[in-house]
């Protein structure tokens, strides 16, 4: 199973150990909190979901780092839901320090995700949601091919109401036609 997967500008990739992903969370807590309210992973939480198999064997999700080419440096996190041999479908996360927006570096990483995911999983459908005051996290689904399927309702809590998630999914007969899986370089 390929773990790694290259783009022009990104890689998505195992974190290389605690420092890094305690790093990364850290940078990226308060962008994260902005859309989705008051979530807050304590320190002791994160390095206990690290232990076992660097994020890439959780019980809930797994994730990857995300890291600029140009830099070497992992600026966010692509996550996906926990997956096993009888699931045919799951979901997929990307966030990105906001130092970083802009430069199609969430976009390429989730486009890297859909590889990984229906290249070794025998899913038929990805699905990701998002707030609706999230405008660039929209254009960025859709313009890796995910299409609005809908919303969830009373899934998203925050400054004490309740809000609807527009809820987008891929099917793996639509990620066939995509142009990425031409280009990527899987492995190291």
Request: hydrophobic share 35%; with cysteine.
């Amino acid at each position: 199973m390929q773990v790694v997967y290259t783009g022009e500008r990104t890689r998505i990739r195992p974190f290389r150990d605690l420092d890094e992903w305690m790093k990364v969370q850290g940078a990226l807590e308060s962008n994260f909190n902005e859309f989705w309210g008051d979530w807050h992973w304590a320190e002791a939480q994160k390095k206990k979901e690290f232990e076992p198999g660097g994020m890439l064997s959780t019980d809930e999700y797994s994730c990857f780092a995300i890291e600029r080419l140009d830099t070497g440096e992992a600026v966010g996190f692509e996550e996906y839901g926990a997956m096993n041999a009888t699931r045919t479908n799951t979901w997929l996360g990307t966030i990105i320090a906001r130092e970083h927006w802009g430069k199609g570096f969430g976009r390429e990483a989730k486009l890297l995700n859909l590889c990984y995911l229906f290249e070794n999983y025998p899913i038929e459908c990805v699905w990701s949601d998002t707030t609706d005051e999230h405008s660039r996290a929209k254009a960025g689904l859709e313009a890796c091919g995910l299409k609005l399927a809908g919303k969830h309702y009373g899934y998203l809590y925050k400054a004490g109401k309740l809000y609807p998630s527009p809820c987008y999914r891929i099917l793996r007969s639509e990620w066939q036609s995509l142009p990425i899986r031409q280009s990527v370089k899987r492995g190291h």
